[in-house]
């Protein structure tokens, strides 16, 4: 049996960039998959992908993660599709500051980050919580460098970022003994559509093949997390060669 056949595993901002490979890797891993964003034909076409390339369900629940009834809704349709979820990734989330100056920041970028990055991850994980108890499974976090080290480009995205992270611990320890494992998987920059709708210029456009991370880099360690039996990577980090030079040196 593949490592997560008959199981459910439902990802958020699965549209795209890491969300997008995130599905492909845990289908190849016998997953039924819930695929949730806000665009609805390409959640359909990569639906369709999948379940022609790995030969398992997929279900498409448009969602946007800010609205907490949608999450709800999300939940819902997953568990009466399935009966049963397992595998949970809070992937979704934007950028709307990354080249803004801060004086300049607009009140609807910032709430829009807030809501993406924390409100969003708040809701999924209230729901789903109770049937990962149920089923042992596996809630991952999609962190940021940004969110561990200090960065003048993106104040409110790494703020959020650093809220992620810590939610995420203060989140396995609420779990303690209830048989969750929580992960943080962490990447540096990542070659996706990021950041293209706010400057115009995506971190797949700003860094070439070999400068930076790919999303199926983020997908595999999603998924070698996803499929630990009997130990929990707490955090993974990914960070692109000369990350470090480059921010303290």
Same mark, same amino acid.
């Given at each position: 049996?593949?490592?997560?056949?008959?199981?459910?595993?439902?990802? =958020?901002?699965?549209?795209?960039? +890491?969300?997008? !490979?995130?599905?492909?890797?845990?289908?190849?891993?016998?997953?039924?998959?819930?695929?949730?964003?806000?665009?609805?034909?390409?959640?359909?076409? +990569? *639906?369709?992908?999948?379940?022609?390339?790995? &030969?398992?369900?997929?279900?498409?629940? /448009?969602?946007?993660?800010?609205?907490?009834?949608?999450?709800?809704?999300? @939940?819902?349709?997953?568990?009466?599709?399935?009966?049963?979820? &397992?595998?949970?990734?809070?992937?979704?989330?934007?950028?709307?500051?990354?080249?803004?100056?801060?004086?300049?920041? *607009?009140?609807?970028?910032?709430?829009?980050?807030?809501?993406?990055?924390? &409100?969003?991850?708040?809701?999924?994980?209230?729901?789903?919580?109770?049937?990962?108890?149920?089923?042992?499974? =596996?809630?991952?976090?999609?962190?940021?460098?940004?969110?561990?080290?200090?960065? /003048?480009?993106?104040?409110?995205?790494?703020? *959020?970022? $650093?809220?992620?992270?810590?939610? $995420?611990?203060? +989140? %396995?320890?609420? @779990?303690?003994?209830?048989?969750? $494992? @929580?992960?943080?998987?962490? /990447?540096?920059?990542?070659?996706?559509?990021?950041?293209?709708? %706010?400057?115009?210029?995506?971190?797949?456009?700003?860094?070439?093949?070999?400068?930076? *991370?790919?999303?199926?880099?983020? !997908?595999?360690?999603? $998924?070698?997390?996803?499929?630990?039996?009997?130990?929990?990577?707490?955090?993974?980090?990914?960070?692109? /060669?000369?990350?470090?030079?480059?921010?303290?040196?």
């Amino acid at each position: 049996m593949a490592p997560l056949d008959t199981q459910t595993a439902l990802v =958020t901002g699965a549209s795209s960039g +890491i969300g997008r !490979a995130t599905v492909s890797a845990l289908a190849a891993r016998g997953a039924n998959v819930v695929l949730a964003a806000r665009r609805e034909p390409q959640l359909r076409e +990569i *639906s369709a992908e999948i379940e022609s390339d790995y &030969d398992v369900e997929t279900l498409v629940v /448009p969602t946007d993660v800010r609205e907490e009834s949608e999450i709800t809704a999300l @939940v819902e349709e997953t568990v009466d599709a399935f009966d049963r979820l &397992d595998v949970v990734v809070n992937n979704a989330g934007i950028v709307a500051d990354m080249m803004e100056r801060f004086e300049e920041m *607009s009140t609807e970028s910032y709430r829009a980050i807030m809501e993406t990055n924390t &409100d969003g991850v708040f809701f999924l994980t209230r729901e789903t919580l109770p049937h990962l108890k149920e089923n042992n499974g =596996t809630l991952v976090f999609v962190g940021s460098f940004t969110g561990k080290y200090p960065t /003048p480009y993106s104040p409110v995205y790494a703020a *959020s970022k $650093a809220w992620v992270s810590h939610f $995420a611990n203060c +989140i %396995d320890a609420y @779990v303690g003994d209830d048989g969750v $494992a @929580v992960s943080t998987v962490t /990447p540096s920059e990542t070659r996706t559509g990021l950041g293209g709708e %706010d400057t115009g210029t995506s971190m797949a456009e700003r860094y070439e093949p070999g400068e930076a *991370s790919e999303p199926e880099e983020l !997908a595999e360690a999603i $998924a070698f997390v996803a499929t630990q039996d009997t130990s929990t990577v707490s955090e993974l980090d990914l960070f692109r /060669p000369g990350r470090f030079s480059d921010t303290f040196g």
